[in-house]
């Protein structure tokens, strides 16, 4: 992860285990707003509010008309009233890497626009589907950039809060393909050493077939600890190779 400032080239668009960044132009907006609830009362001074349900939505993909099976946006997402899990990582002037933010979770696809030579994906606002998870926060951070695994991971891993946390969070992950089984999890631990990092608990995919695109959210207790750094993990079952993203958001309120 570099710091500073960065341009839509670098953020990378992954819906349902599909990797649509070659046929995506523009994206948003990425909504995260709480609606500001107002309690003044008459011997207030001063006016007060609290914040109250969030609302939350992708807005809207924009991308070029391609009926690929295996990548087209057209073949896989000419659809409306379908959940999707959408992670947007967002590389920080490079491609995205470990510790860039992301945007992500799932969301009602509204409908699909052909306009030639472009198609719109529209995304419903506000979307109720995150409300399942218990968490009303899409941004997290990437624990592991789209690329391929073939053994266990032994590196360290990020500081996303600067300290440990109690209110749990959720990961979602996005496999593009692999030639078998695997189980994807999330670690912690309180010191950024390989030996100190174990599985967060609740934090895993459990083995999952990666040998067709797969996606899923995950969330933890939302009382939860979460200690400070985090990594990827992949434990391989008859699988040999995984090529994945892997995202967690953690709470903090």
């Known amino acids: 992860m570099a710091p500073g400032r960065t341009t839509l080239k670098h953020t990378r668009v992954y819906i349902d285990g599909y990797d649509m960044s070659g046929s995506s132009r523009a994206l948003g907006p990425l909504v995260w707003t709480l609606d500001e609830q107002d309690l003044t009362c008459i011997s207030d001074a001063v006016k007060g509010s609290l914040m109250g349900h969030a609302t939350l939505g992708v807005g809207a993909i924009n991308g070029v008309m391609d009926n690929t099976a295996s990548s087209g946006m057209h073949v896989n997402f000419n659809a409306s009233g379908v959940k999707r899990a959408v992670m947007l990582p967002i590389g920080i002037r490079a491609e995205p890497a470990q510790g860039d933010p992301v945007y992500m979770g799932e969301f009602e696809q509204q409908g699909y626009q052909y306009e030639a030579p472009y198609v719109n994906i529209q995304f419903a606002l506000p979307s109720s589907s995150n ?57 912690d631990a309180a010191t950024n050493l390989n030996g100190s ?32 750094y985090l990594r990827w993990q992949i434990v391989l079952g008859t699988a040999t190779t995984v090529t994945f993203a892997l995202s967690f958001v953690r709470a903090t309120y």
Request: hydrophobic share 35%.
């Open 131 to 187: 409300a399942t998870l218990l968490y009303d926060k899409p941004w997290g951070y990437l624990l592991h950039a789209k690329g391929e695994e073939t053994a266990v991971n032994t590196a360290i891993g990020i500081d996303d809060n600067a300290a440990s946390s109690a209110l749990g969070g959720y990961m979602m992950y996005q496999v593009f393909s692999g030639d078998g089984t695997a189980t994807i999890k999330v670690q």
């Open 197 to 228: 990092f174990s599985d967060l608990s609740g934090g895993t995919s459990g083995s999952i077939d990666c040998t067709t695109p797969k996606y899923g959210i995950v969330a933890i207790g939302k009382t939860a600890t979460v200690r400070r």
